[in-house]
């Protein structure tokens, strides 16, 4: 088997620099390189696709859409104010024994061994001042957010086009 064709000076600079394992490796592996890359050979980015892969992996423009997620989120917590609350709760009892009383001579249970409890409480806020202008002001930021990473990733889109 005959060894791969790499020009002398590379390997006699590799020699001083690297180790010789790694050198190996590297002179090893770079006929596999070499059919790698012409088999798939490079391509260019057109305009539309640098500026789309630029828009969605630059970590500004990733920030601005957390940004404008949670100032969405922030809009459906001001505006859970207004909402009623449901709340359900249950409870367990297990006793040791069944309590009974005779009266009259008719026995009445007064706690089963087991005991079971359960509580449904709907609460509605008939008015509450600051939920308007908390409501208004999360919306206000809402759109601000939206605004600011729309205007970054128009500035990431330029920047990407003239560069």
């Known amino acids: 088997m ?49 500026i789309a892969r630029a828009v969605t992996s630059n970590e500004r423009g990733r920030a601005a859409g957390e940004s404008a997620r949670a100032a969405e989120a922030r809009v459906s917590r001001a505006r ?38 359960g509580r449904l409480t709907l609460n509605q806020t008939i008015f509450d001042a600051r939920a308007f202008p908390l409501l208004r002001q999360a919306g206000s930021l809402r759109d601000a957010a939206r605004l600011d990473a729309t205007e970054i990733n128009r500035r990431l889109a330029f920047e990407t086009a003239t560069v």
Do not use: M
């Open 2 to 50: 005959s060894a791969p064709l790499i020009p002398a000076n590379l390997v006699v600079a590799a020699r001083h620099l690297l180790p010789k394992r790694l050198v190996l490796s590297a002179i090893r592996f770079f006929p596999a390189i070499l059919i790698a890359s012409a088999i798939h050979p490079a391509r260019a980015l057109t305009l539309e696709e640098a």
């Open 80 to 117: 859970s104010v207004l909402l009623p609350d449901l709340t359900f709760t249950g409870d367990y009892t297990r006793r040791s024994h069944e309590t009974t009383r005779s009266v009259d001579g008719e026995t009445s249970v007064l706690s089963t061994r087991d005991g079971l409890e």
